[in-house]
């Protein structure tokens, strides 16, 4: 699913930079230019990085 229409980002896009090690949008902007046009996917795409960190936390508690 695109998140950022302005540059063609999806929801994959982000959670890979995420599970990459990005913790924050700035993070993610320094793998994507998500939200550097309109600005409009701020807010989803926050939501969804905030989300998918709280995924990631599970997994290490899962896995410890
Ligand atoms: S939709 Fe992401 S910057 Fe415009």
Known sequence: MYI???QGITDRDIK???EAGA???S???AYLPV????GTCRESA???INET???KA???SYAA
């Not at 939200?35 to 309109?38: E, K, P, V, W």
């Open 35 to 38: 939200a550097l046009n309109c």
């Open 46 to 48: 926050e939501a969804l």
């Open 27 to 29: 993070d993610v902007q």
């Open 4 to 6: 950022c229409l302005c």
């Open 58 to 60: 599970q997994k290490l």
């Open 16 to 18: 890979s930079s995420v």
């Open 53 to 55: 960190l709280q995924i």
């Open 23 to 25: 913790e924050s949008l």
